[in-house]
């Protein structure tokens, strides 16, 4: 600690003896001169990585990455080379860095064809009122000037002590002053025009012709550029919370969602810091890249042919061990849940079959009897038949023995 602070120290008086300016040029050049070591580095990197040297021209100069860096460096080049200013250029890798900026930019150029075809639309409608200007009121262009800066000609006219300058004695003069004064003023052309009288033959036409402009091109066509350009930025940050709230609520190996994880034994930030890290996969697929093949195992071997054919389905897709080991665990808990309710309704099963039987036993013993019942019954019926008749008979034979006897 001590030895650094004397180093300190020392760097303090060596700025105090010798020229500041100097030094931090130096210091300056030296960051810069870094800087572009640190940029062929990362540069020479991205092309090895991705493979620049085996992909086709036209793949080359449509990488927007490889452009990208390749740009910086020429202007670190130029800077050291040729003039210094170039280094002011660099600071636009700030954009770069920054999703926030980039969405500013995207915000313009994702729908960069609408917002050409409404600038065009804005041309058309420019180029009209300039006609119109021109053909009627030539005569009210009188444009502020500096008497100082401007030459002397015959264009030049004093209102109240101001010199002003005729602006539309021809039609370019006129296209060029609508389009420059008419956008970039609030008002639109009128703010720039000469203030009619009411006794003029043309005040109305002048009047429909200064609120048609304002209405038509700066409350409506620029809006509409203006509106395409906030629309478009904030689907942008609404697709970038998007993703936020995706990255946070979901896995990115398996893609889960967190609410899988509710009343489980693994929570779903143990589950992404430990059994799907990222990083892990990530020092994986490296590991396998820069191992030897012969070396592999069976799953290294599996996972080098995926990743060489761009093919992710070696990744746990809405799948995870703790969720299947629970689910598992809750299948056999469910299984002999089952096999016991079955047990128990087997026994109730058994128990009908025997009363069952009984009341068959029951049933048979209680016909034989009733079906004894009903013979004695009937033979009964028989007796008491025959007694009634056998009487009868009896009287009706007597008398015919006794006839035979005697004869």
Known sequence: ???????????IRVIRMHDIDGFLRILLTSVILGNFLVKGIHLVSIMGNQGTFSKSFGQM?????????LT???FC??????????YSVLLFDVVYREETLLNVIRSVTRNG????LTAVLALILVYMFSI???????DDFLVPVDDEVVHKDSGRVTVS??????????LVMCIVTTLNQGLRNGGGIGDILRAPSSNESLYVARVVYDLLFFFIVIIIVLNLIFGVIIDTFADLRSEKQQKELTLKDNCFICGLNRSAFDNKTVSFEEHVKCEHNMWHYLYFIVLVKVKDPTEFTGPESYVYAMVKDRNLDWFPRLRAMSLSAEEGEGEQIEYRTLQTQLEKTQELVSDLVKQLTELRDQANDRAEETEAANWFAQLNFCFAQLNISLPSQLDHLVPSIYWLHRT
């Open 72 to 74: 910086y460096l020429i």
């Open 161 to 170: 002590g101001e010199v002003r300058e005729r602006a539309c004695d021809s």
């Open 132 to 138: 119109i200007g021109y053909m009627f009121f030539k």
């Open 77 to 86: 080049v130029l800077g050291l080379s040729m003039h210094p200013f170039f």
């Open 113 to 116: 064809r609408s917002i050409i």
């Open 1 to 11: 600690m001590l030895s650094f602070f004397h180093r300190f120290l020392y760097l």
């Open 61 to 69: 100069v449509t990488d927007a990455e490889l452009l990208y860096h």
